[in-house]
């Protein structure tokens, strides 16, 4: 599972603890084991279950699970969204939106759910409903990470250009986490992208503190260091990449990058 992904889950093990459930626990049933506490409790039990699968890329067991907690209780959003999750990944967006669509009937103004689907629609191009939706979701008294949410709005906006509400999002998300991993790394590259090479290196630098380290950073961290003419420390980045993440995308760039510098 990619960083992102890896959020996306802490989130929805965030729902469980939180208990978004649609469907109220109604007592003692005749059938045995587990089942016998509550349709909602098994529905929890056998979404973690699918999480765990997940995290560990298998994927048809994760969705047994997951297919599983919703027999017990239909309304279940944690395993809703993870199934959308699952779509997602293996490329089918119709399926992966109707999960989506359906875990927001059950939970319309719950934040992390909000935010999941805006994420959904942002990686999909669509920039505006994605924006509305990362809105409503700080809307949400209850959402115990809004700064998530200012993260992905943040990264959402970079991504389609509009590098102004992006840096309005991401400082929002720093003042309530100034250590949010995500935050500085899209500052960093936010900043690149606008030419100011220093403000990014401080924010690189900010993002490194955290003991974060990712091809992406380490490729900015070489492209920051050579505008600013700093060769030795553009060749450490490189050598880091290469050496950490030999068969990334970043590495390949990298590698491409510089044959056409010899060229």
């Known amino acids: 599972m990619n960083r992102t992904s890896g959020l996306a889950l802490a989130m929805i093990l965030g729902l469980l603890l939180t208990g978004c459930a649609a469907t109220p626990d109604t007592g003692p049933t005749t059938r045995s084991g587990m089942d016998r506490v509550s349709p909602v409790r098994a529905a929890e039990v056998n979404t973690r279950?699918?999480?765990g699968y997940l995290e560990r890329g298998d994927l048809q067991v994760a969705m047994e699970k997951l297919n599983t907690a919703l027999r017990h209780d239909s309304a279940h959003v944690p395993a809703i969204?993870?199934?959308a999750m699952i779509y997602e990944e293996v490329g089918n967006s119709s399926q992966a939106e109707r999960h989506f669509r359906q875990a927001i009937r059950h939970a319309p103004d719950d934040g992390a759910t909000l935010n999941s689907y805006a994420v959904f629609l942002c990686r999909r191009g669509d920039y505006s409903d994605a924006e509305s939706l990362f809105e409503r979701a700080l809307l949400?008294?209850?959402?115990?990470?809004?700064?998530?949410?200012?993260?992905?709005?943040g990264a959402c906006a970079?991504?389609?250009g509009e590098l102004e509400r992006?840096?309005?999002h991401l400082r929002d998300a720093l003042a309530i986490d100034p250590e949010l991993?995500?935050?500085?790394?899209?500052?960093a590259r936010l900043y690149y992208e606008r030419d100011e090479s220093f403000r990014a290196r401080a924010f690189l630098q900010r993002f490194e503190a955290t003991g974060q380290t990712e091809p992406g950073a380490l490729l900015l961290g070489y492209r920051v260091e050579s505008s600013l003419g700093n060769a030795s420390e553009a060749r450490q980045y490189g050598s880091i990449l290469e050496e950490r993440y030999p068969d990334s995308r970043e590495a390949r760039e990298l590698r491409t990058q510089l044959q056409d510098n010899d060229d």
């Open 181 to 187: 991993p995500g935050a500085l790394y899209h500052l």
């Open 81 to 83: 969204v993870t199934l």
């Open 49 to 51: 279950l699918g999480i």
């Open 166 to 168: 992006a840096e309005e």
């Open 140 to 153: 949400d008294p209850f959402y115990a990470t809004p700064e998530v949410a200012k993260l992905n709005a």
């Open 158 to 160: 970079r991504r389609s």
